[in-house]
T-cell receptor, first 115, second 114 residues
Framework: AQSVTQLDSHVSVSEGTPVLLRCNYS??????LFWYVQHPNKGLQLLLK??????LVKGINGFEAEFKKSETSFHLTKPSAHMSDAAEYFC?????????????FGIGTKLQVIP | ETGVTQSPTHLIKTRGQQVTLRCSSQ?????VSWYQQALGQGPQFIFQ???????GRGNFPPRFSGLQFPNYSSELNVNALELDDSALYLC?????????????FGPGTRLTVT
């Protein structure tokens, strides 16, 4: 069984300050983990992915995430928020092999960036 | 732009009716997946089509059905609509099945059932 928990439904930061979006997972197998972003009226866009290589993963637009097995976490960070980062972010877990039936999305975190 | 388009953008239907949602895949992609995203929730996998055949299905009843055409465009059909079917429906195309990280998502169709 697998579950993905996004710990905050809303996060608000000031422009230029760090961003932290938290995601915990539980899985009976080694998962692949992803972060997607969804801007209003747009489709989901892949930010970054962890499969099994480096535990610190760098993505697009300055985002990165660190896979911490001991804490079962995969938190998304960015050193300095930009207004264009305001969107909804989804943490996603999936088995390394197998079908889409086991893909699990978190409920999402809405990021607000204050000027 | 991702190149995946969906139509219509918004749709309002009455309980018991049937609805067809359409998706045009990114050029060259032979796999399409459909997701349901209820308000305040993450997307839930409905099913996937690969080269015109269903390649996997999530926990959705048979009244959710799909088609993929030779040009790899796709339809999602929902019969006997229920109020709980109100959601954003997303399609995603990819070059190959089973590769979540290579999916390109469309903007979605928002379905409201009254």
């Amino acid at each position: 069984a697998q579950s993905v928990t996004q710990l905050d439904s809303h996060v608000s930061v000031s422009e230029g300050t760090p961003v932290l979006l938290r995601c915990n997972y539980s899985s009976s197998y080694s998962p692949s983990l992803f972060w997607y972003v969804q801007h209003p009226n747009k489709g989901l866009q892949l930010l970054l992915k962890y499969t099994s290589a480096a535990t610190l993963v760098k993505g697009i637009n300055g985002f990165e995430a660190e896979f911490k097995k001991s804490e079962t976490s995969f938190h998304l960070t960015k050193p300095s928020a930009h207004m264009s980062d305001a969107a909804e972010y989804f943490c996603v877990g999936a088995p390394r092999s197998g079908g889409y039936q086991k893909v699990t999305f978190g409920i999402g975190t809405k990021l607000q960036v204050i000027p | 732009e991702t190149g995946v388009t969906q139509s219509p953008t918004h749709l309002i239907k009455t309980r018991g009716q049937q609805v067809t949602l359409r998706c045009s895949s990114q050029s060259g992609h032979n796999t399409v997946s459909w997701y349901q995203q209820a308000l305040g929730q993450g997307p839930q996998f409905i099913f996937q089509y690969y080269r015109e055949e269903e390649n996997g299905r999530g926990n959705f009843p048979p009244r959710f059905s799909g088609l993929q055409f030779p040009n790899y465009s796709s339809e999602l059909n929902v019969n006997a609509l229920e109020l709980d079917d109100s959601a954003l429906y997303l399609c995603a195309s990819s070059l190959d099945r089973g590769r979540l990280n290579e999916q390109y998502f469309g903007p979605g169709t928002r379905l409201t059932v009254t």
